[in-house]
């Protein structure tokens, strides 16, 4: 029996579906359905459901208890259902999904469209690029469609449905291959893995429907006076760090700041030009250690912005864009960095608000990457010392250099040197790094590193292991069959240095097991009927109505609970709760945030601007400082 054939004698039905439909102001999810076609696969019979004169209703086109839902991006067909208040498809395989976790590292990223995956496999009668764009600018341009175009829309989503049946069969065959599946045992793991990912993408797009919910009258404010004040609030951002001159990035000031100010000497520059480089990846690597990058990176920001992008707004009032879950090759969402709210600066994150009735609560895994290092690896000094609370504190009580009743406050300079040290681990971070960041030598640094394996060495004999089977088998994957292929070309990052592959695939298994965890705690999330509304790196963000509080620690251990399911222990939840505005805190009590300051800062300026220029109208008040008074 080959795996085809095993996928056939597993289900009542095989349904390829493809659905037509226009989309909302952000583009995310489906505003108005305008039909569906099906195919079953193995037998060829197809229907087609003009949807678009009928009212939404409670129903379904099949009965998908023990059918395959088949499609290429799940999450635009399950947003239709969803749109329809039809039952959601439990069985649900992904082929875009799964293309990408064969050849996301391996294929341009504009190359994942369902053409461009029909040709890559020799399949040549299919349509082209103009008749799909023109048949779409029908779609989305009309309101209303005559006999004629009704039947040209059916035509192009059924040819859709077609190919994408014969690129089903076509990866089917390839995972087979690839994987090497022999037994009956090994088909059984392999779909509950690719289902399991489907299941994920149908949580996506509730997700999506969602919606983050927003203070749209400080945003709007927000986006009408911000030219007008810009200028003043960089120019008060830069006195600390002073890389701008007449509020434009200036090279030589920002070489002072590095070299002269923070005394970072192995800064990576440019190939060319020999000038420091002022790569984003660059900066963020650097910004945790010195809060001056971390204010120039927000400047950068503020100084290339006209108005808020980061929140595409719906005609529902909500933000939304797509969360792309299995965008990066460790299977992690990557939203687009232009739309998504938590990709703005972090002070722009005080717009989210929680609606009327409603909390937010953001629950977000504690120190999820060491947790996995331990368990994964089964290194039981790293779990104890994960277990203890503060790992980093713990790692320098058994390194010696912190005494057993030592603490966070009284061994501050010694718990920065753990950190660093698990930075640099996580990342591959050599020597020269580890020196350069807490400004030692480099045999100093050295010492560390080699007591911090020596202390972690079940761990890193386990990493090892891993690296080699990788290279032997070019391949990694995950305990759910997420996977990497590995490329042996040379590559160089954007100063013109060779990559080290050996980093990027040391840190694959914690960051790809950490997206594991996440979409089986999303998956868990919904089934127990919680409204998340967004997920954000190794966290969620769930809005809870304010009668049923009780519930938010019993998402956190709902969430604790699928990091055992993925990785065998148990990982913390920390949990924030927003009651009106989202505000920025720090973990130091009466320590206030920076990120927090500049939108306090940016809002006094505006309600300077408007007292000043603007004539208060009859009942209107001065805008105040802080999150929760508005004009």
């Not at 990223?109 to 040709?119: E, G, H, M, Y």
């Not at 206030?592 to 408007?610: A, S």
Request: with cysteine; charged share 25%; hydrophobic share 35%.
């Amino acid at each position: 029996m080959c795996f085809l054939d095993f996928i056939k004698n597993s289900f009542d039905r095989v349904l390829s579906v493809d659905f037509e439909f226009r989309m909302d102001k952000t583009v995310t999810i489906p505003r108005k359905v305008v039909c569906a076609c099906y195919e079953d696969i193995f037998t060829g019979e197809t229907w087609n459901f003009w949807e678009h004169d009928k009212p939404s209703n409670f129903g379904s086109h099949f009965n998908f208890e023990n059918n395959l839902i088949v499609t290429y991006n799940a999450t635009a067909e399950i947003g239709c259902y969803l749109n329809l208040n039809h039952v959601i498809p439990k069985n649900i395989f992904d082929v875009f999904v799964e293309i990408k976790r064969l050849y996301l590292d391996k294929r341009a990223r504009n190359k994942f469209s369902l053409l461009d995956t029909a040709q890559s496999y020799g399949l040549t009668d299919v349509m082209t690029k103009d008749e799909k764009t023109n048949t779409r600018d029908l779609i989305i341009n009309n309101t209303e469609y005559t006999v004629e175009q009704r039947k040209t829309i059916l035509e192009y989503c059924m040819g859709d449905v077609k190919i994408t049946s014969q690129v089903f069969k076509k990866i089917v065959e390839e995972i087979e291959t690839k994987n090497k599946l022999k037994t009956e045992d090994d088909f059984k793991r392999e779909l509950w893995q690719i289902m399991f990912r489907g299941a994920t993408q149908a949580c996506v797009a509730k997700i999506e429907r969602n919606g983050f919910p927003i203070d749209n009258y400080k945003l709007n404010l927000f986006n009408n006076y911000w030219p007008l004040v810009k200028d003043k609030i960089i120019s008060e951002l830069n006195k600390d760090i002073d890389c701008f001159e007449d509020n434009i990035f200036n090279n030589k000031k920002f070489e002072s700041l590095i070299i002269d100010k923070l005394k970072i000497k192995n800064w990576p520059r440019l190939f060319r030009s020999g000038q420091l480089s002022t790569n984003k990846k660059i900066l963020e690597q650097y910004a945790d250690q010195y809060p001056e990058l971390q204010k120039l990176l927000e400047v950068r920001k503020l100084q290339n912005m006209t108005k808020l992008s980061g929140y595409q707004m719906s005609e529902d009032g909500r933000a939304r864009c797509s969360l792309n879950m299995f965008g990066s090759i460790t299977g992690r969402a990557q939203p687009s960095t232009a739309k998504f709210p938590f990709s703005t600066g972090k002070w722009a994150r005080n717009f989210i608000r929680a609606p009327l009735g409603s909390s937010l609560a953001y629950l977000d895994y504690s120190q999820q990457e060491v947790a996995i290092q331990g368990y994964l690896s089964k290194d039981q000094k790293l779990i104890e010392a994960y277990n203890m609370g503060d790992v980093y504190l713990a790692t320098g009580k058994s390194c010696g250099m912190i005494p057993e009743n030592g603490t966070k406050e009284s061994h501050p300079k010694e718990r920065e040197t753990f950190k660093v040290l698990f930075l640099a681990n996580s990342y591959g971070a050599g020597e020269g790094w580890i020196a350069d960041t807490l400004k030692i030598d480099i045999y100093l640094a050295r010492h560390y590193k080699k007591l911090f394996k020596k202390v972690y060495s079940i761990y890193y004999k386990w990493i090892e292991n891993f690296i080699n089977d990788s290279f032997l088998y070019s391949k990694m994957t995950t305990c759910y069959g997420w996977q990497r292929y590995l490329s042996y070309a040379p590559k160089r990052d954007k100063t013109g240095k060779l990559k080290s592959p050996k980093n990027s695939i040391q840190n694959w298994p914690i960051q790809s097991h950490g997206s594991e965890i996440l979409r089986q705690a999303v998956l868990d999330l919904t089934e127990n009927n919680f409204k998340i509304i967004a997920t954000v790196h190794d966290a969620v963000l769930i809005e809870v109505p304010l009668a049923d509080q009780f519930l938010i620690n019993e998402a956190a251990q709902i969430m604790t609970a699928a990091s055992v399911k993925v990785v065998g222990g148990p990982i913390r939840v920390g949990i924030e709760i927003i009651t009106k505005n989202y505000i920025q805190r720090d973990e130091e009590i009466g320590k206030k945030n920076k990120n927090q300051i500049i939108y306090e800062d940016i809002f006094r300026e505006i309600g300077n601007y408007i007292k000043n220029h603007k004539p208060l109208t009859s009942g209107q008040e001065p805008l105040s400082i802080g999150c929760e008074v508005s004009v």
